[in-house]
């Protein structure tokens, strides 16, 4: 079950670094594909490391939603759901 344990936790930190680091790229670096209005891509610019911890958190805790509710452990998830 270790194993199993590491080997979804490294697929969904190795999700959550990709997918997450994309969001960020695009926002960072890719803004002008949105707008022209240089303010607004600097408000963009600025919310681009919140976006890729909020991305990647998310990515991380479908992993360990997915581990608890296959091993049907239903008290945990709901006490970390409310």
């Known amino acids: 079950i270790i194993a199993s344990i590491k080997s979804i936790m490294t697929l969904s930190g190795l999700a959550a670094v990709g997918i997450g680091g994309l969001a960020y790229s695009l926002l960072r670096f890719g803004s ?3 707008t022209n209005d240089v303010l607004v891509q600097g408000v ?3 919310a681009a490391p ?4 909020s991305v990647a958190m998310g990515i991380v805790y ?4 997915g581990m608890m509710f296959g091993s049907r452990d239903f008290n945990t998830i709901l006490a970390l759901g409310i």
């Not at 919140?50 to 911890?53: D, E, R, T």
């Not at 479908?62 to 939603?65: E, K, L, Q």
């Open 50 to 53: 919140s976006v890729f911890a």
């Open 62 to 65: 479908c992993g360990i939603d």
């Open 32 to 34: 002008g594909f949105f």
């Open 44 to 46: 963009i610019a600025e």
